[in-house]
């Protein structure tokens, strides 16, 4: 047997090794050209017939016009969204099972109570779908007209004011937290089970303020039932145009809730890049909007998945932070 030169010896190994990093990637690549090859499933860890299951329908109707395949929508409800997540961290990273879920599933969950998944490891960020706005809203009984009028007023009467919510760790308690710190004031909370009897009550003057989501209340504020004060966006809401941003008082404040993509970790990197460009691509298109403009779906810009797992990072970081220093609990 010959012996092979060292140098001669580390170039074959090296190419040995070369073509076996070749192989995956070249099936990877092939694996994204001919995908999808049969039904994705859309999983959203909601009962059906609410907002983010008529937002995964509309995306799912376009991709499967697309792709000549069809997409369905799975409904995996319970403990707050994390049973739908759990089921798509442990799936097939393979592009078939997907998930469409509201921020607070992967951002807010993760702090409020145990879950079995770690969002910045379990998921692969495929796109950012959509915002939708809150409104900061008192009743006209209460005489503010602006967000620094209620600041002004809660400031002159600390502790005596209450805020309404959806209910514990909601998104409407956490986003009225971050309000109570970010303006320095003390707003008593009062949790609801659910958006309706809050709103109820604040209808009738038992609770002051509400910051909730605006399709909720902007029927109450066009009736003259309730005063809006802000919006939560950094930008106006093209729902609302003539509602100044709450950021004009308390700069940068931003309490917006987003619905995002996601795929299990390790999917392959050809797949979720192809899966960003088609939903940037149909959430682009003014008749994917349809009637799900109703539910205070807004557009967002065109984002790579890069882009939007550094924003859902930062998400993270700020709940978490919101969650600790308000003491808040699920419960």
């Given amino acids: 047997m010959h012996n092979i030169p060292i140098t001669t010896r580390s170039a074959w190994a090296a190419g040995i090794a070369a073509a076996a990093l070749a192989v995956p990637a070249a099936r990877a690549q092939d694996a994204a050209a001919n995908y999808p090859n049969k039904p994705i499933r859309m999983i959203v860890p909601f009962t059906a017939g609410g907002p983010t299951d008529a937002l995964a329908r509309a995306i799912g109707q376009k991709l499967g016009e697309r792709w000549k395949q069809s997409v369905v929508v799975e409904n995996r409800a319970g403990a707050g969204g994390s049973i739908g997540a759990e089921f798509v961290a442990k799936s097939r990273a393979d592009g078939y099972v997907l998930m469409l ?33 809150s409104l900061l809203v008192v009743p006209p009984s209460l005489n503010v007209h602006s967000t620094k009028e209620l600041i002004a007023l809660a400031k002159s009467r600390p502790g005596e004011l209450n805020y309404g919510s959806s209910g514990n760790g909601s998104a409407s308690h ?18 609801y089970k659910g958006a309706a009897p809050a ?33 939560s966006s950094l930008k106006p809401s093209p729902l609302a145009p003539a509602v100044p941003t709450i950021a004009e008082a308390l700069p940068g404040f931003e309490a917006s809730n987003w619905l995002g993509i996601f795929a299990p970790a390790g999917t392959p990197p050809a797949i979720v890049n192809k899966l960003n460009a088609a939903i940037n691509d149909i959430m682009q298109q003014p008749d994917t909007w349809g009637t799900i403009s109703k539910d205070g779906f807004e557009p967002v810009p065109p984002n790579t998945p890069q882009e ?4 859902v990072q930062s998400e993270i970081t700020k709940w978490a932070r919101v969650v600790k220093e308000s003491g808040m609990t699920s419960n």
């Fill in 174 to 191: 956490l986003a009225m937290a971050l309000f109570d710190k970010a303006a320095d004031i003390k707003v008593q909370h009062v949790p």
């Fill in 308 to 311: 939007f797992g550094k924003y």
């Fill in 101 to 133: 879920t509201t921020a607070g599933v992967v951002t807010v969950n993760p702090s409020l109570s145990p879950v079995n998944f770690d969002t910045m490891k379990d998921f692969a960020p495929v796109a950012l779908a959509s915002t939708i706005a």
């Fill in 199 to 231: 709103v109820t009550d604040l209808l009738g003057g038992n609770v002051q303020v509400m910051l909730i989501g605006l399709s909720t209340v902007l029927p109450y504020v066009s009736s003259g039932k309730l005063v809006a004060l802000g919006v």
